[in-house]
């Protein structure tokens, strides 16, 4: 055995997704080589006597780095909002070790070749994490789609409805057609914005006659059924093609059995893409919040689609628990404070969450008494299934990339804005103690995040086949 580029990491928790064991993790050049016992990891450091790096989290548990599949970097374009620096910056201070941009927002949108070689070149050296590109289907831009999955877009995002950008069109059926006909056998995944806007003309006026800084006015405008009309939509296209479909933020809990049906459909006639090529994912918001709870003119609780009463929360805790959602994310989506005003039928929907989703959804899953594993599944690896990445990413597991965490699920913080690292300090969470706190991040084997800085410099990977600068 070499001695450098060794290194092994211990824990007394080390979570996978089916065990928790006492060990450690053998790490050779940033790749897990091997999980070890207790008795296996001593006799390896005997024998090897100081050639081999060893890194002991104590009682913290090792955890595999979240990969958050929806995140909004905003940049080039729309940098006052967040950047590549900051966003990844939180994400490392959370826990995160890949992050999935979203193709909108930024300006120009990920839309074609060309825009995600701007993208990437904004990216590169600028990144404390790793990064994957969403691209995006747009009006139009079917032509440039299989360029982007050649350049290694994890997948595709489009709207049913209007984004909030001009530069990010909402696409109809015709449109959808075009796309499927393009991405059927490439391997890839679309992923839905799912609302579609009704023409309610009672409901229009009875909401000019609300206060518009009530949650609930905001609320009444995003009613489930735009949800569930966009799910029909979806249910048709996935009857007709074997791509892979994925519904983003799902809010409402009532799509969840109409998402299950078209599963069931695919599964039954054979297609072999995991969980039949129909996911879905929720995020730490829905899960964490209600409507009942959010104070009035606090527009920085506002999203789209929106969070939901308590009841409807539930729901979707059933049915995680039920594998019946797949994955859990932040739709970190910050913008400047001005943007969040005190009005909720104005103000930007979007909330910024990303560093601490980790902690977000221990405190729930720990208070439902679900185990590490649970974080395993839900927030690393289901997410980089859904992303292709899992032959890199996701879990802790011999041939991964080493990106761990050592992770206190015993211990609690408060959120502050003096620890917020997102360029814009607006969240949710601002004063709430959360349980479970990062003390080292570990990207590729090497220490990014010590448990109060992030090191200097970024060292995270453009999770790209190819990247050609502009
Ligand atoms: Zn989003």
Redesign the pocket.
Known sequence: MTSESYQVFLSRRIVTESKIFDGGVLVKDGVIEQLLTREEVNNLVIENDGKIEVIDGGNSALIAGVVDS?V?VNEPGRTAWEGFRTATSAAAAGGITTIVD?PLNSIPPTTTLMNLKIKASAAVGNVFVDIGFWGGVIVGNQNSLRDLVKAGVVGFKCFLCPSGVEEFPNVEPQDLEHAFAELEGTGTVLAFHAEIEEDNITLRNNIKKKDPEEYTTYLETRPPSMELNAIKLINNFVQKTDVRVHI??VSSANVVPMLEEARRGRLSAGNKSWRGGVTAETCHHYLTLSSDQIPRGCSEYKCAPPIRDSDNKERLWKYLLEDKLDMVVS?H?PCTPELKCSNNLEAWGGISSVQFGLSLFWTNASARGLDLRSISKYLSSNTALLCGLEDKKGAIKPGLDADLVFFDPDSTFTVTSEIIRHKNKLTPYLGKELQGVVKQTYLRGQLIYDGSDVLEEPRGNLLLNKFVPT
Request: charged share 15%.
């Open positions: 929806h909004h979203m983003v933020h739709d989506s």
